[in-house]
């Protein structure tokens, strides 16, 4: 199952912490301040979950699939995930 953003809304309001409204502002603010902040080219990190890293990618050469034709692919930038040592040996079962 995927933890939506529903789910996880319900989930925090479930704990009796926060109304339902409050849930759904606290999720949304926390969200909006990680975009602005991968936006902006910072690094985000979450101690015992995480780090957010944006990358810059340079121009590459590619193919299309369907045609074959050679193409050239623009620099972007794109952001990757890099589990906290704690995170990772939960995930692995042992933590």
Known sequence: MTLTKA?????????NLLSKAEAVRAVEATLELIKSTLENGEDVLISGFGKFVVKD????????PQTGEDLILAPRRVVTFRPSGVLRKKINGRG
């Open 7 to 15: 789910e996880l809304v319900n989930r925090i309001y479930g704990k």
């Open 57 to 64: 990618k340079k121009a590459r050469r590619g193919r299309n």
